[in-house]
Structures are given as C-alpha cells and as structure tokens.
C-alpha cells in the first residue's frame, strides 16, 4: 500500500542509499543515543572482531593494469566508430540503439574507468614512496660520506609481481579476500560491541588483514561515542 502497488527493487533501494547517505549514517548514532539513555552502552568492556563480506562483484573479473588499459583504449575506439557510423547514418538525428544497451555501455565505461583510475592511484603511490625512500637514502649517504650497502630499492613498476596486481572492474574498491571456506570477492568488516551486545562502532575495509585494523577502529570508536555525547 505504501509503494502504491509498485515491487522496488535493488536498483531502487541502492539509490535511495547512496541518495540519503548522510541521513542513514545519523541513523546509527541516534540509535547509540538512544541505548545510552537506556543505560545499554556501557564501555567498560568492549569486544570487537572482523568478518569478510562478499561484494557484488565476481572474482573472474579482476583484471591486471595492463589489460585494463588496453580494454579502455579498444572502448573509447569502438565509440568512436560507432559515432561516425551513426553520425554517417542519421545525422543529426538520434540513433535507434535501446536505452538499455546504451546504459549498460556507459555504465561498463565508468567501472573501467574507476578500475584504471585507482590502478594508477595506487601506481603513483608507490613511485611517490619509492622517490622519498631513495631521498633518504641520498640523504644518509651524504651524511655518512659512504654509499649504504645492500642493492638500491627498485622502481615499483620493476618489483616482481608488478604487472600481476589487479583490480574488479566490477567492483573496483573491493579484493580478494581468504576466509575459512576459501576466497570471496569483497570486504573486511570490522565491528566493537559492548557487553550488552549493543554495537558501538563499525567499518568496512579493504585491507585483509584484521590485525592492522586495532587502532583505526579504536579511533572509529572513539568518534562514535563522541557523536553519541558518551564520555565514558
């Protein structure tokens, strides 16, 4: 009744998510105010664990670098023909092609977009920490008068394994992740709960494993409470 007859479905829900972000994360922080007015959130003890979450997002579709950009370059070709051939064609007027297909096409475009843009980002990283480490270096050889034993570190597009790193073109924030059943294609989920099992502070990670993520989700704890005016 509420919906007027009409199903919603994934697309309709994910869109009113990412459209109402902001208010759905206030959404958890009026609801830990509401468990501290209750006396439930208590941190004298706290517990907290990580679990992997599959995205929606298939592990065959991890592509390397190198064959994201040559896929990207074949993309915007094939654009291109295609415009000529139906500018050829129609002229000025618009193609008969189904919106569907269009969408599907330009959506593909954007997710090996966003794959091909954090493989650079994470590249350029790399060179940026390369850079300053062989700085320091000069820097300490200068100092000493001597050059540093041990082989110079090399350029990261040089390490083994270099060209093997991938990225989801469906899902490109997501990784591969082992868990006690296998690999899953997704995310590390982190939790903190109190004693009366009342959740404090969550985050989602790529990051697989869980022993680095102690401190940021003491920090993310920290904020909740804060959020939720809780000082103990």
């Given amino acids: 009744m509420i919906c007027a007859g009409l199903f919603p479905d994934h697309t309709t829900i ?7 972000e902001d208010a759905l994360e206030s959404i958890f922080t009026a609801s830990l ?3 501290a007015k209750a006396g439930m959130a208590t941190v004298g003890l706290v517990a907290l664990d ?3 979450m599959a995205a929606n997002a298939s592990m065959s579709a991890n592509r390397t670098k190198e064959t994201i950009d040559h896929e ?14 139906e500018d050829a064609q ?22 090996f977009k966003a794959a091909k843009e954090l493989l650079d980002k994470e590249l350029a ?16 050889e200068e100092r000493r008068g001597t050059k540093l034993r041990g082989r110079k570190p090399k350029a990261p597009e040089e390490k083994a394994g270099a060209n093997e790193k991938k990225v989801n073109t ?8 082992s868990t006690a ?8 989920a982190q939790a903190v709960a109190n004693e009366a099992q009342v959740i404090l502070a969550s985050s989602l990670t790529d990051c697989q494993n869980d022993m680095g993520q102690l401190h940021p989700i003491i920090e993310v704890t920290k904020t909740s409470l804060a959020e939720a005016g809780l000082d103990e």
């Fill in 14 to 20: 994910a869109r009113f998510r990412a459209r109402h």
């Fill in 33 to 35: 105010r509401l468990c």
């Fill in 50 to 52: 990580g679990t992997k």
């Fill in 72 to 85: 990207v370059e074949e993309m915007f070709a094939d654009a291109k023909a295609t415009d000529e051939a």
């Fill in 90 to 111: 129609f002229g000025d007027a618009r193609g008969d092609e189904p919106l569907a297909v269009l969408r599907g096409r330009a959506d593909r475009k954007r997710r």
């Fill in 125 to 140: 990283s790399e060179r940026e920490a390369h850079e300053a480490h062989l700085a320091e270096r000069q820097a300490e």
């Fill in 170 to 177: 469906t899902d490109p924030e997501s990784k591969v992740m």
């Fill in 181 to 188: 059943k296998g690999f899953l294609q997704g995310y590390n």
